[in-house]
């Protein structure tokens, strides 16, 4: 028995310099991959969570900051990409690209933003989820309480999603979606009042200010 066990001994022995190089590349090929995949899987520290959620709060807040003197259409661009693709949807539509924005704020601004008197823009809790060093989300509320040209009390209000991505050190949108409060909502009691001059589907199509 002892000479049998000793034979089963030598034959086990004299097969593990023979498997040893098999099992270590593998081993060091699992370490590799592990190692390569680890980054893009380690969370992201609350403190940069924190930086990027402050930094597109005040990028928002500015841009639509109302009070500010100089070309505002230029100042709300400045959210987005200088050109290219940008989807917008508002409205029941959607537009793809950075000129047709454009041309949907400037009309905007033309018929109804420039035609608001003493508007003040109100931001509900902006609610960030960053998804990665480059990417994150942003949805939020708004109301703009304001007078019409005639002097009489008017508001648009409504919710914004938008998709912020950081490009060579800008954070830009490049999806969002807006949804108008129903002016029933917005403006309880007052229903029946007329919207602003110039507020029309085009208008609302692809601009954050409907």
């Not at 508002?90 to 000129?99: A, E």
């Not at 129903?182 to 601009?207: K, Q, V, Y």
Request: hydrophobic share 40%; with cysteine.
């Amino acid at each position: 028995m002892r000479d049998h066990l000793s034979a089963r001994e030598d034959v086990l022995l004299s097969l593990q310099p023979a498997m040893r190089p098999s099992i270590r590349p593998l081993a060091i090929l699992v370490f590799a991959l592990g190692a390569c995949g680890a980054p893009g899987h380690q969370p992201l520290d609350a403190g940069y969570r924190q930086a990027v959620s402050d930094t597109l709060r005040t990028l928002i807040v500015n841009a639509y900051d109302l009070s500010k003197p100089g070309d505002a259409v230029a100042r709300l661009m400045s959210l987005y990409p200088d050109s290219g693709r940008v989807i917008s949807a508002s409205g029941g539509q959607v537009t793809t690209s950075h000129d047709s924005l454009e041309a949907g704020i400037r009309a905007f601004w033309t018929y109804v933003g420039r035609n608001m008197q003493q508007p003040k823009w109100e931001w509900g809790p902006m609610l960030v989820d960053v998804l990665d060093p480059d990417a994150a989300v942003l949805t939020t509320t708004y109301r703009v309480p304001h007078r019409t040209p005639a002097g009489d009390p008017h508001v648009i209000a409504g919710a914004w999603t938008a998709v912020f991505q950081r490009r060579g050190g800008r954070w830009v949108i490049i999806q969002e979606h807006l949804s108008d409060l129903p002016e029933a909502l917005a403006m309880p009691g007052m229903a029946t009042m007329p919207g602003m001059p110039g507020m029309s589907d085009s208008a609302h199509a692809s601009t954050p200010h409907d």
